[in-house]
């Protein structure tokens, strides 16, 4: 297949398939989680549950002195990882056009420079999260697949859009039509491995803050 | 053909040495050839007799020719294309009707397996081809007829080269390039819609200096020419790099002379000298007017998602996809709750109760 036919093939028919299963799957899995529900509480509550729940999903962002001191590195690598995959998914001009084509607005971009830049560390702290999940024994044991191929279509998009813009490896055209495969490729797993917790982080955390506030202890 | 040279032609038309040797730097520059190569392009095209060239038309609307016949007369490039034997061409000659075709077979006669056939425009292969011919004949039985003949073969523009126009979506006539039927001869493609003039000059300039064609890259198209994209050779790159695009053609970013991007320009997905070359004499190019690059020489810009949309948006619209894919989401994930509440019931209602006893018993 010519570069143009596959790229045409990933900004139509592979896209809308892609993001279906995406919506679709995401949604399935939240409203399952949902639905399981939960026993009610009869006992009188001793604080405040949905302001635990409130908190605690804004202070799960933040470590703990303990546990940061055991591992700093991997603290601080997913610190990275994260912020820099933000930054390169969602500050980057061409990026913000298709946010803005569905949400109605859009937001100044970052320079695509520093986006290379932010891309270049991300990729290095990707990299570093497996090493990182290898050497040590207990993590490694308790890797499964799921793990393993999180982290490779995660890695793929920053990988297939660095190279992309920077011209390696494949003419742009080609390295394009990869980097949006990779992305739908992203799109059709995350609901099915541990990546649904780009969305479900917001409710785990809510439910175990709530649990705590409303028997007024902490989170 | 032609007894006098190329140099001696020139000469009776008034264009000095010196003027020859200028024209000899451009082409050499043009086509990415070292200086000292200079002499060497000099000497082949004083030395070059007019190569006959056979041009056939098909599925095409002329855009080509028009292109060729209007650059900046009368320029080099001109008087380089004034050189070719030109022994047909049905839109540019004089003759018509059974003469024409006359001049055809003549010039296939005289030169077989010397001439250059140049093709322009797309061959029908729907209704055994019938749905273009000329003189009778169909587009699709004279290019295998004259291919037979020819040294190369030339595919000028996109519907030549790659289908263009008459091969998009739903492709009515069932037409292809020339490369899908002729598979036995050298080919070079100069897609565009049109192609810029200077390129098709270019490479004839190159077979005439060297006996053979220029190197091609892998869709057959030379390497000097569009071996770069638009994007890399765009003067407005600087704005894209910073972030700054015009939303509408009429905006402040578009007064300032930002980055069209965000309104279709394919210039990133586009091979072409256009940012380079230009047009009209150096005069400008689509994205100096305040247009974006369409991507007209590249396979199927035709059915590339539009020329509006920008390149990072899929051809579908996003919203619709998710509110179709959420209901889905929805009703299946509901379903599944309900299979889930039923599959946890179950168990609690056949749960068979095991007393100390029972275990005891395994054990």
């Known amino acids: 297949m010519d570069a143009n036919e596959l790229l045409s093939w990933a900004r139509g028919p592979g896209f809308d398939i892609a993001l279906t299963i995406f919506v679709a799957g995401m949604l399935l899995r939240l409203l399952e989680i949902l639905a399981l529900g939960k026993k009610p509480d009869l006992s009188p509550p001793r604080g405040s549950g949905p302001k635990g729940g409130a908190a605690t999903i804004m202070t799960r962002m933040l470590p703990r002195k303990q546990v940061f001191d055991k591992e700093p590195l991997r603290i601080i690598n997913g610190y990275v990882l994260h912020i820099g995959f933000f930054i390169v998914l969602f500050l980057y001009g061409p990026h913000i056009v298709l946010f803005e ?61 660095y190279l992309a813009y920077n011209h390696l490896v494949a003419p742009y055209t080609m390295m394009l039509a990869l980097h949006l495969l990779s992305v739908e490729l992203l799109l059709v797993v995350a609901p099915f491995t541990k990546l649904t917790h780009m969305f479900s982080f917001a409710m785990a955390r809510w439910y175990q803050g709530y649990q705590a506030g409303r028997r007024g202890v902490e989170s | 053909m032609d007894d ?15 003027g020859f040797m200028k024209f000899c730097a451009a082409t050499a520059s043009m086509m990415a050839l070292p200086p000292i190569l200079i002499p060497k392009v000099a000497a082949a095209l004083e030395q070059a007799r007019r190569p006959s060239v056979i041009w056939l038309s098909f599925q095409e609307c002329t855009g080509c020719t028009e292109s060729l016949t209007r650059s900046h007369a009368p320029s080099l490039e001109g008087l380089i294309f004034d050189h070719i034997s030109l022994d047909y061409h049905h839109t540019l000659q004089a003759a018509s009707g059974d003469a024409a075709e006359h001049a055809r077979e003549e010039a296939m006669k005289k030169h077989w397996g010397e001439y250059l056939l140049v093709v322009d425009g797309s061959i029908p292969l729907g209704e055994n081809g019938n749905f273009s011919a000329i003189a009778g004949i169909s587009n ?49 493609n100069v897609p565009g819609c049109p192609p810029i003039p200077t390129v098709i000059t270019g490479v004839l300039a190159h077979f005439l200096t060297f006996g053979k064609l220029p190197e091609l890259d892998h869709l057959k198209r030379p390497k000097v020419f569009f071996g770069q994209n638009i994007h890399d050779r765009c003067y407005r790159r600087p704005f894209y790099e910073r972030g700054q695009f015009a939303e509408t053609f009429d905006d402040e970013g578009a007064r300032k002379g930002w980055c069209l991007f965000k309104l279709g320009c394919k210039g990133p997905t586009t091979y072409n000298a256009c940012a380079t070359a230009r047009w009209n004499q150096g005069t400008s190019w689509p994205v100096e007017s305040g247009h974006g690059c369409i991507g007209c020489s590249e396979p199927g810009f035709w059915d590339a998602g539009g020329f ?41 209602n056949n749960r068979e109760t095991i007393t100390i006893k029972d275990l005891e018993k395994e054990s």
């Not at chain 2, 006098?4 to 010196?18: A, D, K, N, P």
């Not at chain 2, 073969?153 to 979506?169: D, E």
Request: charged share 15%; with cysteine; net charge positive.
């Open chain 2, 140 to 188: 699709l039985e004279m290019l295998k007829e004259v291919a037979e003949g020819a040294a190369a073969i030339v595919s000028v523009g996109t519907c030549a080269a790659y289908g263009g126009l008459p091969m998009a979506n739903p492709n009515p006539t069932g037409a292809v390039s020339v490369e899908e039927i002729i598979k036995d001869k050298p080919i070079v």
């Open chain 2, 4 to 18: 006098l040279t190329l140099s001696e032609r020139l000469r009776q038309r008034g264009v000095s040495r010196r």
């Open chain 2, 308 to 348: 509006y949309r920008a390149l990072s948006l899929p051809f579908t619209d996003v919203g619709e996809t998710i509110l179709t894919a959420g209901a889905a989401g929805i009703a299946v994930g509901a379903a599944a709750a309900v299979l889930n509440k039923k599959t946890k019931s179950d168990a609690v």
């Open chain 1, 101 to 161: 084509s569905f949400l109605g607005f859009g937001w100044p971009a970052l320079p695509s420079g520093v986006i290379d830049a932010v891309g270049a560390i991300t990729i290095v702290s990707l990299v570093a999260a497996l090493v990182l999940r290898l050497n040590n024994k207990v993590l490694r044991f308790l890797s499964s697949r799921d793990d393993y191929v999180a982290w490779v279509v995660t890695l793929l998009p920053v990988l297939t859009g």
